[in-house]
């Protein structure tokens, strides 16, 4: 079975980048990517109503990471310590060694090689020291962009559940992505 630790805190570090913990100082940055409605375009979830709400998911996240069942880590410019983003590995199945992989991005920092930077060298520690088998993802179909990087670092798309998301008075499509081990 899988053994994860993520304590301390794996920071990593690209040409561009610093993917950190996200903290209780990320408030305004988190409520802003959990309520924007551009950022929230293709996830079915209720946008975040307060900062109370961005600081409780906050605490949640770290809790999971403190458990060493998920990491959340905050995307920032190198050099700067506002939080531009997000990504993370949940629904972590230890005895199956896979865990899910899901993002969001700041839309003025969108379309810049940002994520697809954060997504590489998240995808290796992910390979590399948690030692996973393979990574999912989950996308709503009509996600040109995010379906777009995802191909781009060789996931695969294996299924379409049709209708099997019950959101806002409506049920979604979801697209599922894999990438195995070794097919980087």
């Known amino acids: 079975m899988l053994t994860i630790n993520f304590n301390p805190f794996p920071v990593v570090s690209t040409n561009r980048l610093i993917l950190r913990q996200v903290m209780q100082e990320d408030v305004n940055e988190i409520f802003f990517l959990r309520s924007d409605k551009r950022v929230l375009t293709h996830l079915a979830k209720a946008p975040a109503a307060s ?3 961005a600081s409780l998911f906050i605490k949640k996240i770290n809790e999971l990471e403190k458990n060493n069942d998920a990491i959340t880590w905050g995307i920032t410019l190198r ?3 506002k939080l531009i983003g997000t990504i993370c590995y949940w629904n972590i199945t230890k005895e199956h060694y896979r865990a899910e992989m899901g993002y969001v991005l700041h839309p003025d920092f969108q379309g810049k090689g940002i994520m697809q930077e954060a997504i590489s060298e998240v995808i290796k520690y992910g390979f590399t020291t948690m030692k996973l088998h393979s990574i999912e993802a989950r996308v709503d179909p009509q996600n040109v962009s995010s379906i777009k990087l995802l191909e781009r670092n060789h996931f695969l798309r ?16 979801t697209a599922a992505y894999s ?3 070794g097919n980087q």
Do not use: A, P, Q, V
């Open 158 to 173: 294996e299924g379409f559940f049709k209708e099997d998301y019950f959101y806002n008075g409506k049920f979604l499509d």
């Open 179 to 181: 990438l195995i081990s």
């Open 79 to 81: 050099g700067e310590e």
């Open 51 to 53: 900062t109370e709400e």
